[in-house]
């Protein structure tokens, strides 16, 4: 007896079929490729860092503007005295004077300090009226031995009046000694007074 296929597929219509495969298996969907993930979490990280620049930006400018505005508010005028404690300091010219704007420490300067031809020794040199009135002064100088054995020693001293020295002028001012002194000399200006003319001196 041969065998027999039927290839007639009308004759297997009583029969059960296998499906065919999906061409997609079912399931969950497959991860994402670590390129995405990596990119993902990049953009994280720049997106942190920027919004955290721009934050530590507005604080730097916050605390630079409080700084500023506490030194405007705390920040108290520097007393007078102690202005005119430092003009003395730093000229070492004593003053009555009050006037903490324009010292008149600062009015005076010493031009020269020698032998007057006489014997004796002058002083000169120029007074600047900085305030906005005219103006009177009254110098005191000390003349002093420079050299051993009485360095520093005051071997004579004057006191000069310059009266109406014009608001913003310049004059000149010269103070003489006729004491002749051993040896090298030296002169100082201790101390100078400027009051507006007409008005009593400061005291």
């Not at 061409?23 to 995405?36: E, K, N």
């Not at 031009?111 to 600047?128: I, K, M």
């Not at 009046?161 to 000399?185: K, M, Q, R, Y």
Request: glycine share 8%.
């Amino acid at each position: 007896m041969a065998d027999f296929v039927d290839d007639d597929a009308d004759d297997d219509a009583g029969f059960p079929r296998v499906p065919f495969a999906p061409s997609v298996t079912p399931g969950l969907a497959p991860p994402r490729p670590d390129s995405v993930e990596n990119d993902v979490s990049t953009r994280g990280c720049l997106t942190i860092l920027a919004v955290g620049a721009a934050l530590a930006t507005i604080a730097l400018v916050a605390a630079i503007a409080l700084i500023i505005v506490g030194k405007g508010l705390f920040d108290t005028p520097t007393d007078t005295n102690e202005v005119l404690r430092e003009v003395f300091i730093e000229t070492g010219i004593s003053s009555a004077n009050t006037d903490a704007d324009h010292p008149p420490q600062y009015d005076i300067k010493l031009g020269t300090c020698e032998s007057d031809g006489d014997g004796g020794v002058r002083a000169s040199g120029t007074l600047t009226n900085w305030t906005s009135d005219a103006a009177d002064y009254v110098i005191d100088v000390s003349f002093r031995h420079s050299g051993p054995p009485n360095s520093g020693q005051e071997f004579a001293s004057k006191t000069v009046l310059v009266e109406v020295v014009p608001e913003h002028a310049t004059t000149n001012w010269e103070a003489v000694a006729s004491e002749t002194p051993d040896g090298a000399f030296a002169c100082r200006i201790v101390a100078i007074n400027r009051w507006p003319n007409g008005s009593a001196p400061p005291s």
